[in-house]
């Protein structure tokens, strides 16, 4: 039957071959690739004369290969006779039946299953264009701008492309898995990121694909290995993105929230910022280590105040160190208050005034690790009448620092291995300036780190490969290398094992001795803090009357940290959604749609706008206020106390 059927086969691929070869040919002579190519730039009215001369030289060539054949074949049929044709004809046949031959998969074979999709490509703009079609970021009939032509970037290929109108670049960053796959790229490959500034806006993207896993290297060394001193002032040395750029982390003036699930790099990251104040003789150290480990202990040497252990005692003594600090931040803002102008020109602390000696205000870190540990304790206490529970009252402190602190020269480290919204009060990360998430379980928990609906912009840190120690997503506060419009940047951190982190811990000892700033634990000194309860109580007590707030769930905690004393009766009546949905950095539809859930349910009033009074959609805060009441609930009923340094506690 085979034998039978061959002529048919045979006919029918020659068919197809000659359909082919001719849609080949009146593609090329139609010059498809460069009209296309000039179509997908908007150029085709520019290059149609240069479209249309080509097109008519390539018919000419057409002629002229038909004509020279025909008179060849004549001659060598004149010469040879007509088995020249034969064979001619015979060796054609053979052409177009290959040609037009059915391939595996094709209609009347076997299917087979098709190759690998790989990335075969150097940024070519048809493929690119492609891979945003089939990732559902570009309708089919619509393509995008060339705004900077492909070239080579480290390791692999950058490009910047506009968007077609109404398309915005956030819906690429979230769909950035989608586009990988279309690319055929794991997403560790594929850096998407929005360009603003002058230079950008809403539909401009920068997209970067590595050759490899950027990450699939060894780590580099801390270059603050290779220094002698180091200036709190300056962005420490942090690590490096995917394409190998340096990226620094500023300290001063903001605080630091890290936290990730065990053995993925939250200490290393955490004692790389506490390395490059060490290496300032001016600072002072603060350190509470929860692991109750040695990753901590070569710091008892230059810190100020040192303890390792995770019970009840410690805890009370990092409550003790917190009222401390509020204490001395207190005290800061008043001295700066008989400052004049040429000293202090603002209510800030500068680089002049923390090294002067005669004011006594270094920069203060307080590195806490396992934060989680002290946030949870429930040991009762009773602080000037006010019923607390001792993870409660560290909350307190730490947010009253992480607000008023940074300014006085306050810095703030927290790390956690359990960033859930019940470990850590809603209040206290609400003004923590820079973030750092390592990989977490899932995305709940990486937003309790970088933010609410940071996963829907593109940034989920449980997405990261468990291979990958040391990779995370750092939202800074402040400028960093990548530049200060970036929301947020993954981060392979360096690499500083103990050895390295005791040489430092040494050479910091080193410096404060040979300044005369080595003090309080590390110089043998470790008195007990002088503290004031009453007046860090005072202090604090607008944080303390929404210590409840810690348990309320998100977007609500926000929204009542955003508003503060406006919330309080007599303060605002009525906040516009679009205020919240701005200042808060949310999506609209999900936030309305939570609100709705927690009882806040939005309304139409007038506000005040340039021109005039406005009907919009917001929020009555006395509606909210009903909110939070309903959720906190009643305090509970306090147990019978005993007194600890001036705080009372079971």
Known sequence: ???????????????????????????????????????ASEKLADKFEVIRALTLFRWKVTGAVVGVAAVAGAALDLVYGHRVLWIGGGVVVVGLAVLGRRKDGSPGRKPV?????????????????????????IGKDETL????????????WAVTVDLPATRKAIDVLKNREALASALAVDEVQLIVERVRGNGGHAGRVAVWVADEDPYGTAPMRTPLLGVQRWDAWRPVPFGRDARQRKVDLPLVWTSLLVGAIPRQGKTFAARLAAAGLILDPFTRLYVADFKSGKDWYAAAQVAHRFMSGDDTEHVLRLVDWLVELVGEVQGRYRRMQDLDDEVCPESKITPAMSRDPHLDMPVTAIFIDEVQVPLEDRTPLDVQGKKLTAGEYIGELLTWLARKGPAAGIVLVLATQRPDSKTIPSNLRAVMGSRFALRVMDWRDSNIVLGEQMNTRGYDSSRLLASHKGVG??????????????????????YMPNEDWRTICQQGRALREAEGTLSGHAAGHDTRPVI??????????????RADDAELPEPLASVVDYLGDDLQPGGREFVPTAELVTELEVDAKAFGLRMGELGCKPTRDRVATANGLRQVRGYLTADIRSAVTRLCGDDPSPPTPTTRHGVTAV
Do not use: C, N
């Open 113 to 137: 299953l098709a190759g690998p999709r790989t990335l075969t490509w150097t940024m070519d703009p048809q493929v690119l264009v492609d891979a945003f079609r089939d990732a559902k970021l």
């Open 145 to 156: 701008r060339l705004v900077e032509r492909a070239t080579r970037q480290g390791d692999g």
């Open 473 to 494: 997503i750092l939202r800074p506060d402040g400028e960093t290398t990548a530049g200060a419009d970036v929301l947020a940047i993954t981060v392979r951190t360096y």
């Open 532 to 545: 004031d309860h009453a007046a860090v109580a005072r202090a604090i007590g607008t944080v303390a009357e």
């Open 1 to 39: 039957m085979a034998v039978l059927r061959s002529p048919f086969r045979l006919a029918g691929a020659v068919a197809r071959g000659l359909v082919v070869a001719a849609r080949w040919w009146r593609s090329w002579v139609r010059v498809a690739d460069y009209r296309e190519a000039a179509e």
